[in-house]
């Protein structure tokens, strides 16, 4: 027996076991130094998630470098968000929504996300 909002997959449309349809949404985080995305239902499913770190980059350093940061995201962000299309088993048409980290955080990573 199927518990109240469960979801099961009608091809890649995900319903609900009321027959409404799920929204999906892209959540993309770039507030300090890693990049991540994820895609997530409106009942809170995961589909997809992919987390890129910097580590090695700020580390020479010896701490974050904010502008290093911002242009490393910039590079992550398509591969991060290919890689949870990709797990989810979606295409960028099929989501609701995007979403973005607005703070608190680093203003150059922010500005990029």
């Known amino acids: 027996m199927r518990r109240p909002g469960a979801i099961r997959a009608l091809g890649r449309r995900l319903l609900s076991t009321t027959g409404e349809r799920e929204l999906r949404v892209l959540g993309i985080e770039t507030s300090c130094d890693d990049t991540a995305s994820a895609i997530v239902t409106s009942s809170g499913q995961i589909l997809g998630e992919t987390n890129m770190h910097q580590h090695t980059v700020h580390e020479q350093h010896g701490g974050i470098v904010p502008g290093l940061a911002a242009n490393h995201h910039l590079m992550n962000i398509p591969l991060a968000v290919r890689s949870t299309l990709q797990q989810s088993g979606l295409h960028i048409s099929d ?19």
């Open 95 to 113: 989501l609701d929504a995007i979403a973005v980290t607005r703070g608190p955080g680093l203003p150059a990573s922010l500005s990029v996300g």
